[in-house]
């Protein structure tokens, strides 16, 4: 008896001295709909990513989940960390707003929604007193996607978890329409950007008064089915979907997802939204501060590379980055909620070096 309970106390300190496992692992293919293939076979600089691997193992960038990367329509980088794994649905956050432009845009080629120029009230007839405020009669589903509805609105000052934070306080409310609806103006709207939840709020809403179907239901018609999402949650409050943050889905389909977005809304032979849809979600409306533009919902930004590249990211470090000069997708999920930068290096210089991978970079 003392014997094995000396070995499992060598057998112990093993365990706890062995390091993590940080090598590179070829993503494996799982008749998902994604092509899988290897760093060495798209000459991807081998190197640089191991190096950046181990980083990522050592927790240089915080509290990582997980790291895909695809490159010309292949996934070469599937990686896992802090016990994650790619069967586990992974909270998106504010990648979620993405999905208001896209289903807004299918939506308009259904013929739902005549145009994004189309005033926000009007989709709204039981609000109709709400007119009176002529800033707020002005308000259109363009002025939503771009952040410039001129709502009086800050989520961003206070952390979130702070009580007097606007975004949290309306997530306490019975009602989440109403309380974007009525919120006040402060500036005439298309003239400023605003980062605000609760435009997504509206929009899917408008999605739901048009369609008759809420934004999961069209989602799952549309968008989810037809690129193989299987798998998902989408929370909700008395039938209003958190269409700002609420979503949840596999790494490998938010891979898929902007896949869809790199291939201007193609996936395979199916024709999800049209290329004049995506251009026109990516094209830039306004600067928010430089070098970064606000188009629907997505961010622009002017790289040191020479090019341009989409985002759009969430809290705790989920970032969906499309970079069509290298016909790349980046996405990474991480949980830094409550850690701060003083205890990690920011996510955008690990964007910055997975790029570096790429031999356009070398």
Not at 203 to 212: A, W
Not at 232 to 239: L, P, Q, R, V
Request: glycine share 8%; net charge neutral; proline share 4%.
């Amino acid at each position: 008896m003392k014997k094995i309970i000396g070995v499992l106390i060598i057998l112990g300190f093993i365990g706890c001295n062995t390091k993590k496992d940080c090598s590179y692992q070829k993503p494996i293919a799982l008749n998902d709909g994604l092509n899988v293939s290897t760093l060495e076979e798209h000459k991807l600089d081998t190197v640089v990513f191991n190096k950046l691997n181990q980083d990522i193992c050592n927790g240089k960038y915080g509290n990582m989940h997980s790291l895909l990367v695809i490159e010309n329509n292949d996934l070469v980088i599937e990686q896992y960390y802090n016990g994650w794994t790619k069967e586990r649905l992974h909270f998106l956050a504010s990648n979620t707003k993405s999905f208001n432009p896209l289903l807004i845009g299918v939506a308009i080629e259904q013929g739902y929604i005549r145009s994004v120029d189309q005033r926000m009230l009007g989709f709204f007839p039981e609000y109709g007193n709400l007119k009176k405020d002529t800033l707020k009669n002005k308000i259109t589903i363009k002025d939503l996607l771009t952040m410039t509805s001129g709502f009086q609105w800050d989520e961003q000052s206070l952390p979130f978890d702070d009580p007097n934070n606007m975004g949290r306080q309306m997530d306490l409310t019975d009602d989440w329409l109403k309380s974007a609806l009525i919120l006040p103006m402060d500036t005439v709207p298309g003239t400023k950007y605003v980062y605000s939840g609760p435009n997504n709020i509206i929009l899917s809403e408008i999605i739901k008064k048009t369609t008759g179907q809420n934004i999961a239901e069209f989602a799952e018609k549309y968008l989810f089915e037809p690129i193989g999402i299987k798998e998902y949650e989408w929370s909700k409050k008395n039938g209003i979907y958190d269409s700002g943050g609420g979503l949840k889905l596999k790494p490998r389909d938010i891979a898929k997802y902007g896949l869809l977005h790199l291939n201007k809304g193609k996936w395979k032979d199916k024709t999800i939204i049209s290329e004049e849809w995506i251009e026109e979600t990516f094209s830039p409306y306004i600067e928010i501060n430089h070098p970064f533009y606000s188009c629907y919902q997505w961010q622009m930004a002017n790289t040191d590379f020479g090019f341009d590249v989409w985002f759009i990211p969430g809290n705790g470090g989920q970032i969906i980055n499309i970079i069509p000069a290298l016909n790349m997708v980046i996405i990474i999920n991480a949980d830094n909620r409550g850690r701060s930068l003083e205890n990690r290096t920011p996510l955008i210089n690990l964007l910055q070096n997975i790029t570096k991978i790429h031999p356009k970079l070398m």
